[in-house]
Nanobody
């Protein structure tokens, strides 16, 4: 499975970006998908995740109410809509796939088996 993240860029605080992650795998529909980010000098952290069916999502407290994770099975893609961006959202964002998900999507890196290459998001103040 290959994951290709895109959509990052430079945006002013308060602005929006939509990240996309396209999968090459034929079994995309069975994977839970997650988004993580890593800011310079910091550990990678969980951002959001969505179950294989799309019926369950979970978010880090820092992004609740601002970010929305969704998926499109036909396009084999998952999205992260990011609104009301803050400078502290600046990071490289990674999408990841969990090939053996539980009822709810995981929120740790260890839950995920495949990782994309990352897309950089910079939020200016």
């Amino acid at each position: 499975v290959q994951l290709q993240a895109s959509g990052g860029g430079l945006v002013q605080a308060g602005g929006s970006l939509r990240l996309s992650c396209a999968s090459s795998g034929r079994t995309f529909s069975y994977y839970a998908m997650g988004w993580f980010r890593q800011a310079p000098g910091k550990e990678r952290e969980f951002v959001a995740a969505i179950s294989w069916s799309g019926s369950s999502t979970r978010y880090a407290d820092s992004v609740k109410g601002r970010f929305t994770c969704s998926r499109d099975h036909g396009k084999k893609s998952v999205y992260l809509q990011m609104n009301s961006l803050k400078p502290e959202d600046t990071a490289v964002y990674y999408c990841a796939a969990d090939r053996d998900p539980g009822p709810r999507p995981g929120y740790t890196g260890a839950d995920y088996d495949y990782w994309g290459q990352g897309t950089e998001v910079t939020v200016s103040s």
